[in-house]
């Protein structure tokens, strides 16, 4: 059953390529892009259009994955320090194990 969890992100892939090819067919007025001493050939503005967003994806996917990795890193330390500061405050007295309330964390980093 999990293998069909993927056939309606397939069939959205699909639609928006098909959508993606109808944006360039109707902008297929050809533009030249210029950046700095580099001057492209004419290409449709659609697919710079379609490019440029696609880059852009790419770019908030690597920010995102940097972001997250120091949410990481950050979650792992303060785990420890809890672990520590917990192990530290025991009372002297044996107090029963149901009484102690342990932090949870939410597993989403772990």
Same mark, same amino acid.
């Given at each position: 059953?999990?293998?069909l969890? =993927?056939?309606? &992100? !397939?069939?959205?892939l699909?639609?928006?390529?098909?959508?993606? &090819?109808? !944006? %360039?067919?109707a @902008?297929?007025?050809e533009?030249?892009?210029k950046?700095?001493?580099y001057?492209?050939? #004419?290409?449709?503005?659609?697919?710079?259009?379609?490019?440029? =967003?696609?880059l852009g994806m790419i770019?908030?996917?690597v920010?995102c994955? %940097?972001?997250?990795l120091?949410l990481y890193?950050? @979650?792992?330390?303060?785990k420890k320090k809890?672990?520590?500061?917990s192990v530290?405050?025991?009372?002297v007295?044996? #107090?029963? #194990?149901?009484?102690v309330?342990?932090?949870? #964390?939410?597993?989403?980093f772990?």
């Open positions: 059953m999990r293998g969890k =993927i056939i309606p &992100m !397939f069939l959205l699909i639609g928006l390529t098909y959508t993606g &090819m109808l !944006f %360039v067919q @902008n297929s007025e533009v030249v892009v950046m700095g001493s001057q492209s050939p #004419a290409i449709a503005l659609g697919f710079v259009v379609m490019t440029s =967003i696609f770019v908030c996917g920010l994955s %940097v972001e997250m120091g890193v950050q @979650n792992r330390k303060l809890i672990g520590s500061l530290a405050n025991k009372p007295t044996s #107090a029963p #194990a149901n009484d309330v342990s932090p949870k #964390a939410s597993g989403r772990t």
